[in-house]
């Protein structure tokens, strides 16, 4: 049998995403710095190991972090990937795979201390990471209802 193979692009169609298999991992991130990069409240993500993934086009790497090799549309500026050398495992945000028939679920949270909206979903919700990730495993509890926290000082 096969791995089922998902194919993605940027905001322009410039860069193509390519990914074989199912995700090790969804989940949804709050950190300042997905953030920023997203401007956008939340980023929901899928890794995938590095020998998994293809992007090809012309991309832009940051380098702002040894830890996130963000990677870009050099085009549109659409966000693409993220690599994690350390781990050497790619994450593929899967709104970029929309229409290749993946069928995303996150299954926690992370960075949820550093959150600017509460998201009542069930989900778990991890202060920083789980600790199969490299942190703390520390879990916060479910708020009552979502709602916008706004930009104060956590963001």
């Not at 193979?5 to 991130?29: D, F, L, N, Q, T």
């Not at 998994?52 to 090799?69: F, L, M, Q, Y």
Request: proline residues 6%.
């Amino acid at each position: 049998m096969s791995e089922a193979v998902y194919r993605g692009s940027c905001y322009c169609g410039a860069v193509e995403v390519v990914v074989a298999g199912e995700p090790a991992a969804g989940a949804i991130c709050h950190c300042r710095s997905c953030r920023k990069w997203h401007a956008a409240p939340i980023n929901a993500w899928a890794i995938w190991p590095g020998d998994k993934v293809a992007i090809s086009g012309e991309t832009v790497r940051s380098d702002h972090s040894p830890a996130s090799g963000r990677i870009s549309c050099s085009k549109c500026g659409g966000c693409v990937a993220n690599h994690k050398p350390a781990r050497d495992m790619m994450v593929i945000y899967p709104m970029t795979l929309t229409g290749s028939g993946l069928q995303y679920q996150p299954a926690f949270h992370i960075f949820y201390d550093e959150r600017v909206m509460d998201m009542a979903d069930g989900l778990k919700k991890f202060a920083d990471m789980p600790e199969a990730f490299g942190g703390s495993g520390r879990l916060v509890d479910e708020p009552a209802a979502s709602r916008w926290s706004g930009c104060g000082s956590n963001s």
